[in-house]
Structures are given as C-alpha cells and as structure tokens.
C-alpha cells in the first residue's frame, strides 16, 4: 500500500499525539493541528520529517476553511480536538457551553465540510470523530459534556449517510487510566479500576488502536465504539 496522509485535529498533546506519532510509526504522513503554528510545527518536528505541524482552531469555525488551504489529499481524519469543563444546570456558564457546542459540533462538522475536496470519495478514507462516554454515563458537572458527546454520536450517523462511501465512525473512550490528566489522580483511578471488570483501566495505546481500527477497517462505518474495558458492566 502506498503512503497515506492524515490529518489530526488536536494533535500537539494528549491521545491526539499519540495518534499522530502511531501513524508515522506505521509508514505514513501526519499532518497534526493545534491552535499555535509554532507549537505544532515544533511537536511535529519532535516526530520527524514525515510529520507536518498547522495551526487550525476549531472553536473559531469560520476561520477553518482558510486555515486548512495549505492542506492537501488526505486519505483519513481524525478529529481528537476536545476541551474539558465543569458546567451545571444550577450553575449554567452559557459562554463556556456555547463555545464547547461550538468545538465539537460545529467545528468537527466544518471541518470536514472544508476538506471534502481532498477527501477520496471511496470507502478506503475513513473519518474518526472522538465523543467520549459521558453521552451516557454523566457524573455531576458534565451538562455540557454528555449532551456534546450525544451529539457526536448522531453527527457519526449522519455523515456516515451523507459522505459514503467513505466512512465515519465516532470514538468514545472512558476513563484513560494513563493520560495526562487523569495520570496523577491516584484515589479517583483507584475508585474506577475497582469497578471494571478486570481491576484495570484503558489506556491511551488501546484509544490509539481503537483509532487505528477505525481509519483502516472497510467494513465499519457509523459505529460508535466505546473503549472503557467494560466498565460500566459493573
């Protein structure tokens, strides 16, 4: 198989680099997004010449087509651009709401609306929108959040529809055990490994190949994939 682009929004931190370090690890091109031009060309230069760094901020969607000119065939797209917050009913912050809906919704959406002239029509280009398993699993303070990722999951249904044959599927990971933010919070991972089947919790390796999956198989499209190890089985 020749070598193939992709293109990851959110790709200077977190899973979203591990993803882009993965896909040059295998043999392709990356094309990896942050909101600093400078930060992402120095993240992917810290991967190696196979990767490319470009400043696109998706809360700003109008500015998105502009900002991915300089992008051009990609063969997959995987949209890991998140931010977390903390927002109540009793307590609504409409600006933070506002700009997360924005995010996630309207930008990923945008997104893909921009760069449907250098996305291959065929069922060989796949799309990878990351939700997260607050959709249906809420803790207190995630108002903004589960409705977002709810979100995400019928924005997966919808494009998988209207693009195919290519294909889009969304990605919903629980608590990664081993990612920066959740890393250092001991007591907290240890009340949720107590509650997953196997004492053990996801981690960013089983997110990035979970994704890898997605891009790759042909025959899944429209599928919203949890990867948690089960737990909320228990």
Known sequence: MSQRTILVVGGTSGIGLEIAKEVVARGDRVILTGRDQERAEAVAASIGPAAQGLAVDISEPEQIAEALKPVGEVHGLVLAAIERDANTVREYDIARARRLVTLKLVGYTETVHALLDRLPARRETGIVLFGGRAKDAPYPGSTTVATINGGVEG????????????????????????????????????????????????????????????????????????????????
Request: charged share 15%; glycine share 12%.
């Open 155 to 234: 924005l997966t249904h919808s494009m998988a529809l209207e693009l195919a044959p290519m294909r889009v599927n969304g990605l919903h990971p629980g608590i990664i055990g081993d990612s920066p933010f959740w890393a250092d919070k001991t007591t907290a991972l240890q009340g949720y490994e107590s509650r997953t089947p196997g004492g053990a919790l996801a981690t960013m390796g089983d997110v990035v190949h979970a994704t890898m999956f997605l891009l790759d198989n042909q025959g899944v499209s429209g599928v919203s994939l949890s990867v948690d190890r089960g737990w909320r089985l228990t």
